[in-house]
């Protein structure tokens, strides 16, 4: 079956602009999280959302907003750019809360800002 | 909060060698543990787990066991490849799946024929 898909692969972004990410996530699979990747403070958790609810925040400015659809996929945003905000984007999505829930990571969406 | 320590890199080993990957953890509760491994220009794929106490998870030749007493959950390969050449993250999240997962940094691993 298909995997976690992101899109874009790449984005380059001018600071102060505003950039939007997609997920799909695997088939059947509820629940989409987000983790931003970075050399100095490696893998953060940014949102995670089920049944187009977010169940849990990191800790992010509100800059960072995310939402997912009936359909599972997920979006997220951030606005006003800053260089800071440069990374590797990784989304992962799993069947939902439980035991033995294991999460699939998708290819990740690599962020510059200049 | 949960946190994750794992030893720092870069690990450079020659091929067929021994491969230990430290990995601690510090958690309120009784988490699972994860090893997820980052192929260059890839995004994260699940290597192995453990969901409780002297579990032991393996996958293509890597071990780990899931040590209470000592809140550790360490890698083992007992002979590495080239293609083993990652990085590598342990990870927790609390056992009924409701927090996000938790990772350590990240350790290099490069495999030299």
């Known amino acids: 079956k298909a995997g976690v898909t992101q899109t874009p692969r790449y984005l380059i972004k001018t600071r102060g602009q505003q950039v939007t990410l997609s997920c799909s996530p695997i088939s059947g699979h509820r629940s989409v999280s987000w983790y931003q990747q970075t050399p100095g403070q490696g893998l953060q958790f940014l949102f995670e959302y089920f049944s187009e609810t977010q169940r849990n925040k990191g800790n992010f400015p509100g800059r960072f907003s995310g939402r997912q659809f009936s359909n599972s996929r997920s979006e997220m945003n951030v606005s006003t750019l800053e260089l800071g905000d440069s990374a590797l984007y990784l989304c992962?999505?799993?069947?939902?809360?439980?035991?033995?829930?294991?999460?699939?990571f998708g290819q990740g969406t690599r962020l510059t800002v200049v | 909060g949960d946190s994750v320590t794992q030893m720092e890199g870069p690990v450079t080993l020659s091929e067929e060698a021994f491969l230990t990957i430290n990995c601690t953890y510090t958690?309120?509760?009784?988490?699972?543990l994860f090893w997820y491994v980052q192929y260059p220009g890839e995004g994260l794929q699940l290597l192995l787990k453990?969901?409780?106490?002297?579990d032991k998870g393996s996958n293509k030749g890597f071990e780990a066991t899931y040590r209470k007493e000592t809140t550790s959950f360490h890698l083992e390969k007992g002979s590495v490849q080239v293609s083993d050449s990652a990085v590598y993250f342990c990870a927790l999240s609390d056992r009924r799946g409701n927090t996000p997962l938790v990772f350590g940094k990240g350790t290099r691993l490069s495999v030299i024929a």
């Open positions: 453990a969901t409780k106490a002297d």
């Open positions: 958690a309120t509760g009784y988490p699972s």
């Open positions: 992962a999505s799993s069947l939902g809360p439980g035991v033995n829930t294991e999460a699939f």
